[in-house]
């Protein structure tokens, strides 16, 4: 192949692929699918519309209340951001990205599923409205944490929650299945309270499902072995996959536009060489 025609080409492949990013940047190609909400969720379509990041969910929520998060109450600042994310999320299992997404990502998930799967909040956040219990947990640690209260991930055997820390104790929130369980005195209980207490997880997470399922939930708590608590850097994108995949997809947010403009950049110049040969014969 010349070189006119193999710029030609360069400029053809990079051109589409920026097309495509373009696309899926700016219209809803690249958002992912959406679920209606389950039965019991208190889904809030306009919230949803209106927050397609962070800072945007954080500010949804600050509305809520008179005074400044971060001079809130904990307990109180905690609930109210609970609620934000209940009210903002459907539970899904495709947050993925399609190739108008993230081509990039897409195409290194034909031989790494998890490059699939959006970890980075604020593309969450903007690319639809349902999650799993995963990445919704992580939304609202990453919203305690905007708030100045300490924050983990806390992966269950079977579910994943997560954990505020405030009044010398750590605090069990569910945002996928939108569950806060409180002892007798009105205290959120931690995941590790909670495996002593079936009584209450049952009773809380009731109507979350059939029989079984409740019980299979009462389940995942008492069973402690394998119970992970994971903790984060303050502008982390990654969830539970773990660092390198987060990563790998942030720097992929650049490399869709870089690499098609260096396609069309290299390809524009071999034309252009091959112009100045044929003029100079």
Not at 238 to 266: D, T
Request: net charge neutral; aromatic share 8%; hydrophobic share 45%.
């Amino acid at each position: 192949m010349d070189r006119n025609r193999a710029g030609i080409v360069l400029i053809a492949i990079g051109s589409c692929l920026l097309a495509v990013s373009l696309l899926g940047r700016w219209t809803s190609l690249g958002k992912y699918p959406g679920f209606p909400p389950r039965p019991w969720e208190r889904f809030d379509p306009v919230l949803s519309e209106t927050t397609p990041d962070l800072a945007s969910l954080y500010r949804a929520a600050q509305a809520r209340v008179p005074q400044p998060l971060r001079e809130t109450a904990p307990a109180d600042a905690m609930q109210v951001l609970y609620e934000t994310v209940a009210d903002r999320f459907t539970h899904g299992d495709r947050a993925t990205y399609s190739p108008f997404g993230n081509w990039l990502l897409w195409a290194l998930g034909g031989s790494n599923r998890s490059f699939r799967d959006i970890q980075d909040p604020d593309v969450l956040l903007r690319g639809g409205h349902s999650a799993l219990c995963g990445d919704v947990s992580f939304i609202l640690m990453r919203l305690a944490g905007m708030a100045g209260i300490p924050a983990r991930h806390v992966l269950l055997d079977g579910h994943i929650v997560m954990e505020a820390r405030h009044d010398g104790s750590w605090h069990a929130f569910d945002p996928d299945l939108e569950v806060v369980v409180r002892d007798e005195a009105g205290v959120v209980l931690s995941a590790e309270a909670l495996a002593r207490r079936p009584d209450l997880v049952r009773r809380s997470y009731s109507g979350r499902g059939d029989p079984a399922n409740i019980e299979s939930i009462v389940a995942i708590y008492a069973s402690t072995a394998n119970t992970e608590y994971m903790t984060y850097p303050a502008q982390s994108i990654f969830g539970p996959q773990g660092q390198r995949p987060g990563r790998v997809e942030k720097a992929a947010h650049f490399a869709v536009f870089i690499i098609p403009g260096s396609m069309i950049a290299a390809g524009a110049a071999l034309s252009a060489a091959a112009h100045r040969k044929t003029a100079a014969i």
